[in-house]
C-alpha cells in the first residue's frame, strides 16, 4: 500500500495545493497530517477546511495549540515561550480563524494510532512521547526504541523539525515528511513522503512539489 504523509503546512495554502496536486496524481487516497497546520502564513482557515474537507487524519501540532490557546494564555506565551516576531504570528493566526476552525485544532489529539488496510500506524508531531520534543535522523537508536515502546507499532510518522528523513529502527519505519509550508532558503518547494508498504522492507520517498 502506498501512503503519503505531510505536515508542518503552517498556513501556507498554495504549497499544500502543490504538494496534494503531486500526491493525487500519483493515485494515493490515504493521506495523514502530523500538524503546525496554522501559524506563518495568510491562509490558515482555507488550509483548515482543505483539510476538513478531504478527511485527512491528524494530529495537533504546537503551532496549533499556541494558537487554540492564544486568548486565555497570551501574556504567558509572550513572557515565557516564543519570541516576538513568532507571538504576533500566533495573534495574527488567532484573530484571522474562523471558530468552528479553532475547534477543529482543538479537538484534534496529540498523537493518534489508526488502522490503514490493516496496518496500525502511530502519528504524531514531534514525538509519541511529547508533542514538544523532535525526532532527528541522526539521533541514537536509544531515542527511537523509545518511542516503539510507547506504542508497538511497525510505522510511526512524526513532523516538527521541518527536515525529511526516513529511517527504519528495529521492525520500525519512521518517517518524517519534512514540512509543506516551510521553503528551503529560496527554493519554493513543498515536502512530502510517500510511504511504500508493499514490499520488506518498507520504504519512504521524500519528494517536493514546486509552487
Not at 511497525?154 to 521553503?183: A, E, K, W, Y
Request: a negative charge; glycine letters at 8%; proline letters at 7%.
Amino acid at each position: 500500500m502506498l501512503i503519503a504523509a505531510l505536515g508542518d503546512i503552517h498556513g501556507n495554502l498554495p504549497a499544500l495545493e502543490a504538494a496534494l496536486e503531486a500526491i493525487d496524481d500519483a493515485g494515493i487516497h490515504t493521506i495523514l497530517n502530523t500538524g503546525d497546520s496554522v501559524v506563518g502564513h495568510r491562509w490558515p482557515n482555507e488550509v483548515i477546511e482543505i483539510l476538513r474537507e478531504r478527511d485527512i487524519p491528524g494530529v495537533q501540532g504546537e503551532m496549533d495549540r499556541y494558537a487554540v490557546i492564544f486568548h486565555r494564555k497570551q501574556a504567558t506565551l509572550k513572557s515565557k515561550e516564543v519570541d516576538p516576531e513568532l507571538f504576533d504570528q500566533i495573534r495574527q493566526t488567532h484573530e484571522a480563524m474562523r471558530s468552528e476552525n479553532l475547534e477543529y485544532l482543538r479537538g484534534l489529539p496529540r498523537h493518534r494510532t489508526l488502522t490503514v488496510d490493516g496496518i496500525p500506524i502511530a502519528l504524531c508531531h514531534g514525538a509519541l512521547t511529547s508533542q514538544s520534543e523532535s525526532l532527528n535522523a541522526n539521533d541514537p537508536d536509544t531515542k527511537f526504541s523509545r518511542q516503539r515502546e510507547t506504542i508497538p507499532v511497525r510505522l510511526i510518522v512524526c513532523g516538527r523539525t521541518h527536515g525529511p528523513f526516513s529511517r527504519m529502527v528495529g521492525d520500525t519505519l519512521f518517517v518524517n515528511p519534512g514540512s509543506v509550508g516551510i521553503p528551503e532558503g529560496a527554493n519554493a518547494v513543498a515536502r512530502y513522503a510517500i510511504i511504500n508498504t508493499e514490499e520488506e522492507p518498507w520504504t519512504a520517498e521524500l519528494p517536493s512539489a514546486p509552487y
